[in-house]
Structures are given as C-alpha cells and as structure tokens.
C-alpha cells in the first residue's frame, strides 16, 4: 500500500503546467503519465476548478481506464470540482460518472468515489447503501460522510459499533454517535452505555480513544464513571490521554487540575493494522482511517473528515 500511494508525490512534480495539457496526458498510452495527470488535475481543481471538458475527458477515464489508480484520482478530482464554476450540465455529468464508481471492482475506487458524492451531492441517498459495502473502507467513509451530514441515525451507529468487524468504522460510529445522542431513538443514557462498553472492551486503542471523545462531550455522571473506571487503566498511553481531556472537558477545567491519578504507560496498546477485527464488535473477539482509506494519521487518499 505505500508503495501505491507514493503516488503521491507526483502532486510536486506535476507532468504539465497547462489544464489543457494535462487533459491530452489522460489519454496517454503510458499509465504513470495518465495517472500523474489525473493526480495534478486534483490539484488543478483544488485551486482553480476544471473546464467542463476536462471533467468529461476525467469521467470517461472513470469509466474506461484499467488503471485503478487513473480511476481513483479521477474520481478525487471530479469530487474536488464539485461542479463549481463548471456549469449544470458538466456537474450533472460528473455526478453520474461518481455514482457509477461506487460500483468499480476496486475498492479504493469505492471509497474515493464515496468522499467525492459526498462533495457533489451530500444528499444522495446511495451514500447510505454504502455502509452496506464488502469493503471496510467504503464503510468507514459512507459513515463519516453520513456523520458530517446529520443523516447518520444514532441506531445505525449503534449497528456499526456492536457489529461491524472493520475498527475504521467502529472508530468513526463511536465519534458520531457522541453528536447524535439525543435522537429521538437512542438517547444520551443509552449511548453512554455503548460508549462505556468500547472504552472496556474494544481491541483497537483508536476505536476506544474515539468512545472517550464522545463520553467527555456527553458529559454525564454516568460518563464520567465510564471514563473513570474504564478509561485511566487502558492500556494505551494514547487512550489515557484522550480519557484525561475527556474528563476534564465533561468538568469544564483544565487537563493539569483533575483530581484523577492517570499513569502514563507505553504509547499505542492494541493492534494497529487497518484489517478486519474477527468476530465483530467489541468483546466479540481478539482485536483504520484519517486521510482516506486507511489506518488513522495515514496518507491515504480520500478523507470524508476533511472535505
């Protein structure tokens, strides 16, 4: 994987200056050069917008290229665009063309595909079928995407949590469902609840990390007891130190004035790997993330948090 998204740094060595340029080297006989091209077209886009030609020469790319890597900075630029400047039709094309790779074989392509609707049409309802994917990375992204929107159900999240084997997706439900714990249908108590049993239970130092963030926004005696009883002794150096501001934001001080004994211990505690966690959720059995499909703090292409 890093050696794929090393592709990356074509980002500093763009193979042409020109817009139009770069729209010739799409079709290029040469993969890296299609590739480098569709890349400085997400950058291009970023910074300027594309041309309504450039957008269709990019979704026929989409479309037709047997390069996984073409298609997925293909899809990342028609997503950045957002159809801003490019007129209706050009923004109707390329909604089209990311609708269509949420179907690609490829599931980085997926994933990508999931952030880049998200920019162009937040509202489309194909992002919640997402979270029916095989993959975990296109679940994990559907649920950020759905997260940032509000559309994210506080029981869906819950789902998530108790059954997705992915910890990416754990990860991100924990974070949400903090936000929407007065839904109508799992409220505060009931989200404490959940959250309290990741903090214990959950392999991944990041998912439980995640739960305290959403305890100490809860704020509730119940969640402070979570934090107390579950979050001080974690393994994890990392956990304890998201428990200690957790705790102090639920009690509105200062980190260094809370009256709870926190040990530092070795960083991480808990597998990393962005795989799948056997059995489920948390406590079903032994056992990522931001920048895209990948473990948290990677540089993976296609981050829902960021857009």
């Given amino acids: ?10 980002r500093a060595r763009s193979p042409a200056d020109d817009e139009t340029d770069l729209r010739s080297l799409l079709e290029s006989p040469c993969e890296y050069e299609r590739q480098d091209a569709a890349l400085a077209l997400v950058d291009r ?14 979704a026929e790319r989409l479309a037709e290229d047997e390069s996984e890597d073409v298609r997925q900075f293909a899809v990342e630029a028609l997503g950045v665009a ?28 997926r994933a990508e595909a999931v952030v880049a609707l998200s920019r162009v049409a937040p509202g489309a309802d194909v992002l919640a079928d997402a979270l029916g994917d ?28 108790k059954n997705d084997p992915h910890p990416a997706v754990r990860e991100y439900a924990a974070l949400y469902l903090g936000k929407r714990a007065d839904d109508a249908g799992t409220g505060a108590e009931e989200a404490v609840r959940l959250l309290a049993a990741v903090l214990a239970r959950d392999p991944e130092a990041f998912v439980r990390a995640k739960a305290a963030e959403s305890l100490g926004d809860l704020a509730t005696d119940r969640a402070e007891q979570a934090l107390e009883t ?5 393994r994890s150096d990392d956990v304890k130190r998201t428990v200690k501001r957790a ?59 960021q857009r």
Avoid: C, F
């Fill in 45 to 58: 886009a970023e910074s300027e917008g594309l041309d309504p030609e450039t957008a269709n020469a990019l």
């Fill in 247 to 305: 705790l102090a934001s639920a009690r509105g001080v200062d980190p260094d004035q809370l009256d709870v004994e926190i040990d530092d211990g070795p960083p991480g505690g808990g597998p990393q790997a962005p795989g799948e966690t056997p059995g489920g959720g948390p406590g079903d059995g032994p056992g990522g993330t931001p920048d895209g499909p990948g473990p948290s703090g990677g540089q993976i292409p296609g981050d829902p948090t």
């Fill in 230 to 234: 579950h979050g001080v002794t974690d």
């Fill in 82 to 109: 957002g159809g801003e400047a490019t007129g209706n039709d050009a923004t109707e094309g390329a909604e089209t063309a990311i609708r269509a790779a949420l179907g690609d074989d490829e599931e980085w392509v």
């Fill in 134 to 161: 095989d993959s975990g990375w296109v679940r994990r992204n559907a649920v950020i995407a759905l997260g940032k929107t509000e559309r994210a159900t506080a029981e869906e999240l819950a789902d998530r949590i």
């Fill in 1 to 10: 994987m890093s050696e794929k998204y090393a592709n990356r740094s074509a």
